[in-house]
């Protein structure tokens, strides 16, 4: 039989179409990684839990993606593309991003739309659940939804649209650089999640009248620990998903700028190992080690394209030993942020971006772009706080007006598994309860010293 050779034409076709199928398996495995931060956030959750509250805590993270993912195909995904000069938005480019589009959907001619989509579904769900952990044990379940739909399906597609699109203003006009989401993503969830604390009051029992501060303690350190532990890992598809797959070219990052995964792969891990021991010099406490090593990467995460590797250690370590103190400012001011995620997020991601201002000034931007300055990435930072603080206080505001945003005193003490899931994460253990406490105030002070949890075996 004969064999024909393959015309120039026919192997420039195939060239092209397996760096377009390669585009698109390297973003499907980083999505599926990201799954893993989800996985990792309700373990956390459910171990910084008491047992009478570790269902909740999980099934807020579950509803969370249930929620966000149609919220980002229905209405975020025309946010992100409609709306880089602001508040105005490009109609052309919005009403492609609509559901109805040709390219939201199944389209033998499109194989990128879907798998960015997926990427920015899965973003859009970790702020959900960064939100989850700041209010475990007295929120309604209900708002709790509202509030994740409004951070993960608009908020932080708007942030992702000014700041992390390639014609964002923030880049265009003010060089904003932040190439692993440490503002529009960590920054905007973490503010937004301060906000909803300051309305949602402290829990039962944690601050006494004097204001000294009472330790709830999470019945499973372990399961925190490990939940952290694939957050991290998880993280790796997440900072893949900031990266763009060129075609018979150089990496870019989100704003067209060459870089590599070697520079990703340095400056992540040395972040993270920095954080994990600025944490422990200052705490010596598994769960904040364990968080310091996401402070170090969060801290990292605007340069990671551009530092040297030991200057990546450093700025996790530092930032990372500073986030405990954040945290313990908080509880000061009795704002009850449960597991840290403001200390963590919020000022994790405004740290960096500052941090990044002073060592990346002056580095070129591209296609006539302004130059990385520190006024832009600090005003930057002012923008993403005020884009997760603002909506996020008057929302959860409003739902507190209404009696919307926190469970009854007697449904917190008995616990949220049994008042909003209903059912027992272990129902072979019997929770044994102290003196019985009366909520007295919105910032949670008590009239008595209560024995928070106690467990036995049955």
Same mark, same amino acid.
């Given at each position: 039989?004969?064999?024909?050779?393959?015309?120039?034409?026919?192997?420039?076709?195939?060239?092209?179409?397996?760096?377009?199928l390669?585009?698109?398996?390297?973003?499907?495995?980083?999505?599926?990684?990201?799954?893993?931060?989800?996985a990792?956030?309700?373990s956390?959750?459910?171990? *910084?839990?008491?047992?009478?509250?570790?269902?909740?805590?999980?099934?807020?993270?579950?509803l969370?993606?249930?929620f966000?993912?149609?919220?980002?195909?229905?209405?975020?995904?025309?946010?992100?593309?409609?709306?880089?000069?602001?508040?105005?938005?490009?109609?052309?480019?919005?009403?492609?991003?609509?559901?109805?589009?040709?390219?939201?959907?199944?389209?033998?001619?499109?194989?990128?739309?879907?798998?960015?989509?997926?990427?920015?579904?899965?973003?859009?769900?970790?702020t959900?659940?960064?939100?989850?952990?700041?209010?475990?044990?007295?929120?309604?379940?209900? *708002?709790f939804?509202?509030l994740?739909?409004?951070l993960?399906?608009?908020?932080w597609l708007?942030?992702?649209?000014?700041?992390w699109?390639?014609?964002?203003?923030?880049?265009?006009?003010?060089?904003?650089?932040?190439?692993?989401?440490?503002?529009?993503?960590?920054?905007?969830?973490?503010?937004?999640?301060?906000?909803?604390?300051?309305?949602?009051?402290?829990?039962?029992? @944690?601050?006494?009248?004097?204001?000294?501060?009472?330790?709830?303690?999470?019945h499973? %350190?372990?399961?925190?620990?490990?939940?952290?532990?694939?957050?991290?890992?998880?993280?790796?598809?997440?900072?893949?998903?900031?990266?763009?797959?060129?075609?018979?070219a150089?990496?870019?990052?989100?704003?067209?700028?060459?870089?590599?995964l070697?520079a990703?792969?340095?400056?992540?891990?040395?972040?993270?190992?920095?954080?994990?021991?600025?944490a422990?010099?200052?705490? @010596?406490?598994?769960?904040?080690?364990?968080?310091?090593?996401?402070v170090?990467?969060?801290?990292?995460?605007?340069?990671?394209?551009?530092?040297?590797?030991?200057?990546a250690?450093?700025?996790?370590?530092?930032?990372?030993?500073?986030?405990?103190?954040?945290n313990?400012?908080?509880? =000061? %001011?009795?704002?009850?942020?449960?597991?840290?995620?403001?200390?963590?997020?919020?000022?994790?991601?405004?740290?960096?971006?500052?941090?990044?201002?002073?060592?990346?000034?002056?580095?070129?931007?591209?296609?006539?772009?302004?130059?990385?300055?520190?006024?832009?990435?600090?005003?930057?930072?002012?923008?993403?706080?005020?884009?997760?603080?603002?909506?996020?206080?008057?929302?959860?505001?409003?739902?507190k007006?209404v009696?919307?945003?926190?469970?009854?005193?007697?449904?917190?003490? @008995?616990?949220?598994?049994l008042?909003?899931?209903p059912?027992?994460?272990?129902?072979?253990?019997?929770?044994?309860?102290?003196?019985?406490?009366?909520?007295?105030?919105?910032?949670?002070?008590?009239?008595t010293?209560?024995?928070?949890?106690?467990? =036995?075996?049955?």
């Amino acid at each position: 039989m004969e064999q024909t050779t393959p015309t120039l034409e026919e192997l420039h076709q195939l060239i092209e179409m397996t760096n377009t199928l390669n585009m698109e398996i390297f973003y499907w495995w980083c999505t599926a990684l990201m799954i893993l931060i989800h996985a990792g956030f309700l373990s956390y959750e459910i171990g *910084a839990s008491r047992l009478k509250n570790a269902l909740a805590a999980g099934v807020k993270n579950i509803l969370a993606f249930g929620f966000v993912v149609p919220s980002v195909f229905l209405v975020g995904w025309a946010i992100y593309n409609g709306f880089p000069d602001g508040l105005v938005p490009r109609m052309d480019d919005l009403v492609a991003a609509l559901p109805w589009s040709e390219a939201m959907g199944p389209n033998i001619q499109d194989n990128a739309t879907g798998i960015f989509w997926g990427a920015f579904a899965l973003f859009a769900a970790t702020t959900g659940s960064i939100l989850s952990g700041a209010i475990i044990e007295r929120a309604r379940m209900s *708002a709790f939804i509202i509030l994740t739909i409004a951070l993960g399906g608009v908020l932080w597609l708007l942030a992702a649209s000014w700041g992390w699109h390639p014609e964002g203003w923030l880049t265009v006009n003010w060089g904003y650089h932040d190439v692993g989401a440490a503002g529009v993503v960590h920054m905007v969830a973490g503010f937004f999640a301060l906000a909803v604390v300051m309305n949602l009051g402290a829990r039962i029992g @944690r601050f006494n009248k004097d204001g000294s501060v009472n330790q709830i303690v999470g019945h499973s %350190m372990p399961m925190s620990v490990v939940g952290l532990m694939l957050i991290i890992v998880g993280f790796f598809g997440f900072l893949g998903g900031c990266i763009i797959y060129n075609s018979g070219a150089q990496w870019i990052n989100i704003y067209g700028q060459p870089t590599t995964l070697s520079a990703f792969a340095f400056n992540t891990l040395m972040g993270f190992a920095g954080g994990l021991i600025g944490a422990y010099l200052t705490t @010596r406490e598994p769960f904040w080690m364990m968080s310091g090593g996401l402070v170090g990467i969060i801290s990292v995460a605007p340069g990671l394209d551009l530092y040297h590797p030991g200057l990546a250690y450093l700025i996790g370590m530092g930032v990372a030993a500073a986030a405990p103190l954040v945290n313990n400012f908080l509880l =000061k %001011m009795r704002l009850d942020d449960a597991v840290g995620a403001f200390a963590v997020h919020g000022f994790g991601g405004f740290a960096g971006l500052v941090i990044s201002g002073i060592f990346l000034a002056g580095y070129p931007n591209v296609n006539g772009m302004a130059d990385i300055s520190f006024t832009g990435q600090v005003f930057g930072a002012i923008v993403m706080a005020s884009l997760g603080f603002i909506p996020g206080y008057a929302i959860s505001y409003g739902l507190k007006k209404v009696g919307m945003l926190r469970v009854p005193a007697h449904a917190e003490e @008995r616990g949220l598994d049994l008042t909003e899931v209903p059912a027992q994460a272990y129902p072979e253990w019997a929770a044994m309860y102290g003196t019985s406490t009366t909520l007295t105030g919105t910032d949670g002070t008590t009239e008595t010293t209560t024995l928070i949890v106690e467990t =036995k075996p049955a």
